[in-house]
């Protein structure tokens, strides 16, 4: 069962937003989420930096220049993610057509989100990101990102390479371990029953 | 009553609370660094929440064990008094939901109208929902804050959300540990917000990043139970998964007869096996730091991350100082409106606001109205104050607290995470200064152009008073 379209492998035009701790109310402002849903976001992505006044498209931002416009991979800078929980930023990145963020490193809660939605988190150093132009290639099971000849290799949780590669559904394959879960319940609640209510 | 120490094994290898929690949750081993844990309480609120609920029910699955489920309305929800829902524009459909899929799934909602209603972490520690050496996850980032309970409790997605009640379980890749010790007394006027603004401006706002982190020394411990939740509320500004503090009898006093913590003889036995909850000495961390509380001064912030903190006496930072690269450094000063050099104290302010799950609670609020009390807000500053939760505005009531902050000219709201964040329904205007007990200073965080200062509760209500950025410690 799959949750998301797999991302094995991501090419195409990077976008380079470096600047550090990007949070999630930049990437999707709280006004913005305006439904019960996963969907309807990408329109608001970014939007205190996207839009001038009267939503017009502010020249000067990166997603508004033709060449990075829908990119699929965005270069950021360090925590990237940082801030609210809300898994609204990974879906607006991920209906605006973004399948990864290459960043020297991010908030746990945004890389979790990225994880269950088909976005890969890369880690890479900053002096690396700053070398990679235009197209940029990454394989996920390889492990390594592509651009200009140059080939870097970079590490992430083999869980969620796994989950990525094959877009898995992370509840189905956690009921799978239901009779494990069920033993766990059984000794616990001999263990503390207090938690059981 | 005295507990028995159970005796270890000569040979056993010291431990951190940290794997102490996180092994006695350990379902299954998914992989060399991933677990599957089990989680022993979920909150919801309705901005997030009912977005899991809803779409766990669109995939037909059910929630497992719903009475250790909860949920609540808190983030857009209108604190004005007489209020009945929320003025965020679209906001209703948010409540509607989280109303319609909580009966359905039968979760426990403390709604607007409910005498227990009030900030998802703020209540929960009040009705005993969390409590030692549990997991607890909920789909708002300030999770955290309820480690000072000794639980182990982190924010997470949505989707997140839905795994926890569809399984009871999380997939979790097992976090580093690290330590941070605040060794001796803090000084007068200084407070847990002040200790982690200092820990984030020396460590910068990724520090604790890949961490679980426990905070500990004599600074910590001689915390009240509310100050202990504002230390490790902003654990999630240091990019750390979670922040706690090992509980002791202060928390097991806090939580005895809460309506969900556990009563009689099975109280008795939940405090013997929480006694036991702490790092071994001897334990080993990945990384360890230390503070020494007795230098720290009352902190404010002067960019737009928890880590541009500098103390209230001091200049706004160089950019090498500040630990930003020279654009962000300079796009920070831009948007905030301040030069290189400037001495923070003194600033006018437009706004100061006090509330929000990282400094709402009744402590609080006393420190707060122990300045203003018989004084004034200076002229054209509005001053709002929201308590965390219903049950601390009637405590605050009984004490006379609101007559204390309305007399200086604050209005005295009803509760919810209200101003911390610009949600549509209730926000500043643009370019305005604001001097804010909340945990996020970033650009646009409490309106499009609101340039917000974070700082505790008393320097908000000595700046209220002064009008412009002010030491607390100069109205004691």
């Known amino acids: ?197 | 009553m005295r507990s028995r120490r159970r005796r270890r094994h000569p040979l056993a290898e010291p431990r951190t609370l940290f794997a102490r929690l996180w092994d006695a949750h350990r379902v299954a081993r998914l992989g060399p660094d991933d677990d599957l844990i089990a989680i022993d309480r979920v909150l919801l609120h309705e901005r997030t929440g009912s977005v899991a609920l809803r779409s766990l029910a669109t995939a037909g699955r059910r929630v497992a064990d719903p009475a250790r489920v909860f949920a609540v309305t808190d983030h857009i929800v209108d604190t004005l008094p007489g209020r009945t829902g929320t003025r965020v524009p679209g906001g209703e459909a948010f409540l509607a939901a989280t109303r319609e899929e909580t009966a359905k799934a039968r979760i426990r909602l403390f709604d607007v109208d409910d005498p227990d209603q009030g900030i998802v972490h703020v209540i929960s520690p009040e009705l005993g929902i969390v409590l030692p050496g549990a997991t607890l996850v909920c789909p708002d980032s300030h999770t955290c804050t309820q480690g000072a309970f000794g639980a182990l409790a982190w924010g997470i997605g949505s989707t997140e959300a839905e795994h926890a009640m569809a399984t009871g379980t999380l997939r979790m890749p097992r976090p580093k540990t690290m330590r941070v010790t605040f060794t001796g007394t803090l000084p007068t006027g200084v407070t847990a917000k002040d200790m982690m603004l200092a820990l984030l401006a020396m460590h910068g706002a990724n520090g604790g990043a890949g961490y679980a982190v426990e905070f500990a020394g004599e600074a910590v411990t001689a915390l009240d139970i509310d100050g202990r939740q504002t230390l490790c509320n902003l654990a999630t500004e240091f990019a750390a998964v979670t922040g706690f503090i090992a509980p002791d009898e202060m928390v097991f006093d806090y939580l005895r007869g809460r309506r969900y913590a556990p009563q009689g003889a099975t109280w008795d036995a939940a405090v013997t096996v929480w006694r036991e909850l702490r790092s071994d000495p001897g334990a080993t961390f990945d990384c360890e730091i230390v503070i020494d509380a007795s230098t720290l001064r009352p902190m404010v912030t002067w960019g737009t991350s928890p880590q541009s903190a500098v103390a209230i006496d001091a200049t706004v930072p160089g950019q090498t100082d500040a630990d930003l690269s020279p654009t962000g450094y300079d796009r920070a000063l831009a948007y905030i409106g301040l030069a290189p050099g400037q001495i923070l104290a003194g600033t006018p302010v437009d706004a100061a606001f006090i509330g929000a799950c990282t400094n709402s609670r009744l402590s609080d609020l006393r420190r707060a109205a122990a300045i203003l009390h018989g004084r004034r807000v200076a002229p054209g500053v509005q001053a709002i104050v929201v308590p965390g939760s219903m049950a601390v505005r009637r405590a605050a009531e009984a004490e006379g607290l609101d007559r204390i902050f309305l007399d200086a000219g604050f209005e005295w709201r009803m509760s919810g995470c209200s101003l911390c964040f610009y949600a549509g329904g209730d926000g500043f205007a643009p370019g305005t200064r604001v001097i804010s007990s909340t945990n996020r200073n970033f650009e646009g965080r409490q309106g499009p152009g609101v340039r917000t200062h974070l700082a505790s509760p008393e320097t908000v209500a000595a700046s209220a008073i002064a009008g412009a950025i002010a030491d607390p410690r100069s109205f004691a």
């Not at chain 1, 990101?129 to 083999?158: N, R």
Request: charged residues 15%; hydrophobic residues 45%; aromatic residues 8%.
């Open chain 1, 1 to 197: 069962m799959t949750a998301f379209d797999p991302v094995p492998r991501v090419s195409g035009v990077a976008a380079p937003l470096l600047r550090d701790n990007i949070d999630t109310d930049a990437i999707i402002p709280s006004r913005e989420i305006k439904g019960v849903g996963k969907t309807g976001l990408a329109e608001g992505l970014f939007a205190g930096w996207r839009y001038l006044q009267g939503r017009e498209p502010d020249p000067g931002f990166v997603l508004n220049d033709p060449l990075y416009a829908h990119a699929p991979i965005l270069l950021g800078g360090t925590n990237f993610g940082c801030g609210s929980s809300r898994e609204h930023a990974v879906w607006a990145l991920h209906e605006y057509g973004v399948r990864a963020v290459i960043a020297p490193g991010f908030a746990p809660i945004f890389a979790s989100n990225c994880v269950r939605n088909g976005v890969i988190p890369v880690v890479l150093p900053a002096e690396v990101i700053a070398t990679f132009k235009d197209t940029v290639t990454i394989d996920l099971v390889g492990q390594t990102v592509m651009s200009g000849g140059a080939c870097v290799a970079f590490d992430i949780d083999p869980e969620a390479r796994a989950m990525l590669v094959d877009g898995l559904d992370a509840i189905g394959l956690t009921l799978t371990n239901l009779p494990a879960i069920a033993a766990f319940h059984a000794a616990d609640r001999v263990a503390r029953p207090w938690i059981y209510l």
